[in-house]
């Protein structure tokens, strides 16, 4: 078990150019969460999964941005055409759920996009 | 919706002395979860301590205690005989019981520095 993987670690991209970060959980979690932290402020919630499943989405800024969880194992996000106001830290989280408490999340080391 | 507010953006502390971070919450729910996370320079969230709500006995973890005042909807990180690794961004963080139990809300964070 090495924790929650993320990669890549930094990505600096030009503007208008799509983007996508990849999230690699605590094998047996069932859940994985989406986080972006900008300077100065706390991590906000973008979406979640469960297994594959993705019940939470309404929270993903724009339509540009997109989360993907196939066969409820890695997630992917990607961030269409993107611009300098998407420039953050994206978060990735894992827990495994059981019974509705004791949920701890996980936290990977984020991927620090920069837009140019 | 729930806020959580972090009113020192800096504190310091002498190494081996204790200091107190500071946070308050609004919530019209009964029942939560209240955690705070640090963040080092590496920049993966690492959970510190959970106080369940429902619960009136305040949490402990080693050197880390919670002062929890529902009531007054406070929640206060206690940091004993700090040392220099405990130097980090310290958030607090909100997690509804209920239908938003899948998302944690934090606060700005606090940045602590321990002084040798």
């Known amino acids: 078990d090495t924790g929650v993987s993320q990669d890549p670690r930094h990505k600096i991209t030009k503007r208008g150019q799509n983007v996508t970060f990849r999230c690699d959980p605590i094998?047996?979690?069932?859940?994985l969460y989406w986080y972006r932290q900008t300077l100065g402020q706390g991590p906000e919630f973008l979406t979640y999964?469960?297994?594959?499943?993705?019940?939470?989405k309404s929270r993903l800024l724009s339509d540009r941005f997109s989360a993907e969880r196939p066969k409820g194992s890695f997630s992917t996000l990607e961030i269409q055409r993107t611009e300098q106001g998407d420039s953050a830290m994206y978060l990735c989280a894992s827990s495994l759920v059981f019974g509705g408490h004791g949920e701890k999340l996980f936290f990977g080391s984020g991927t620090q996009l920069s837009v140019l | 919706a729930q806020t959580v507010t972090q009113s020192q953006p800096e504190m310091s502390v002498q190494e081996a002395e204790t200091v107190t971070l500071s946070c308050t919450y609004d919530?019209?729910?009964?029942?939560?979860?209240l955690f705070w996370y640090k963040q080092p320079p590496s920049r993966q969230m690492i959970l510190v301590i959970r106080?369940?709500?429902?619960?009136?006995q305040n949490a402990t973890e080693n050197r880390f205690s919670v002062n929890f005042q529902k009531a007054a909807k406070s929640f206060s990180l206690k940091i004993s005989d700090s040392q220099l690794g405990d130097a980090a961004m310290y958030f607090c963080?909100?997690?509804?019981?209920?239908?938003?139990?899948?998302?944690?809300?934090f606060g700005k964070g606090t940045l602590l520095t321990v002084n040798p």
């Open positions: 963080a909100y997690r509804s019981s209920g239908g938003s139990n899948y998302k944690l809300t």
């Open positions: 106080q369940e709500a429902y619960k009136q």
């Open positions: 094998s047996e979690h069932n859940r």
């Open positions: 919530t019209s729910e009964s029942d939560y979860y």
């Open positions: 999964f469960q297994n594959e499943a993705q019940l939470e």
